[in-house]
């Protein structure tokens, strides 16, 4: 176990639902992360927040909508996704975004998602 | 692209073989990571070697860096079926906007015969 958690493991959605992906982590960490990693791709960063705010919107189209509450929970929010939105959803958490020690990050399970 | 590249893509070994894997990437760097993927989960972080450093060691994981050919390998020895596995390396930059964002490979599929 890393310390990150996720649910669901596995989503399976229409084209119109509205869905949420939740993380947790449990390390005291400031900084979380959303990938997306899809078949023979490298993996795609998508959001970053550090200390709740967002510093990172990696030009993610608008039906992906994160949300940071607290340091401690990460959420995104799906809806009118298309079926290349298939893929694993992961979540990471690290010390800070610059923690000046190395970023290293820890990851959740993921969430399998597929559109159909 | 600031993404690193690792190579092979793909290797398939027998148990007690040592394993090899290589990474290239482009622009200069803080440090270099290296993680593994088992099939369908998340990824899990092995070693963070500084661009200061030349070789480290994890139990039978051996890293090394050379940042003027900015190329990192890892090396594991006496493998194992559990080392089955992809395993990615990435790479933070030390300047810019992207201080602190982590740059991913596509990985090399480690496959490992009892």
């Known amino acids: 176990e890393t310390g990150v958690t996720q649910t669901p493991r596995h989503l399976v959605m229409g084209m119109t639902n509205k869905k949420s992906l939740k993380c947790e982590q449990h390390l005291g960490h400031n900084a979380m992360y959303w990938y997306k990693q899809s078949a023979k791709k490298p993996l795609e960063l998508m959001f970053v927040y550090n200390f709740k705010e967002q510093t990172e919107n990696n030009s993610v189209p608008s039906r992906f909508s994160p949300e940071c509450p607290n340091s401690s929970h990460l959420f995104l929010h799906l809806h009118t996704l298309q079926p290349e939105d298939s893929a694993l959803y992961l979540c990471?958490?690290?010390?800070?975004?610059?923690?000046?020690?190395?970023?290293?990050?820890?990851f959740g399970p993921g969430t399998r998602l597929t559109v159909l | 692209s600031q993404q690193g590249e690792e190579d092979p893509q793909a290797l398939s070994i027998q148990e007690g073989e040592n394993a090899t894997m290589n990474c290239s990437y482009k622009t200069s760097i803080n440090n270099l990571q290296w993680y593994r993927q088992n099939s369908g989960r998340g990824l899990v972080h092995l070693i963070l070697i500084r661009s200061n450093e030349r070789e480290k060691h994890s139990g039978r994981l051996r890293v090394t860096l050379d940042t003027s050919k900015k190329s990192s390998s890892l090396l594991i020895t006496a493998s194992r079926a559990a080392d089955t596995a992809s395993y990615f390396c990435?790479?933070?930059?030390?300047?810019?906007?992207?201080?602190?964002?982590?740059?991913f490979g596509r990985g090399t599929q480690l496959t490992v015969w009892p």
């Open positions: 990471a958490s690290s010390l800070s975004r610059t923690s000046g020690r190395g970023n290293e990050q820890f």
């Open positions: 990435a790479t933070e930059p030390d300047r810019g906007s992207t201080l602190g964002r982590l740059y």
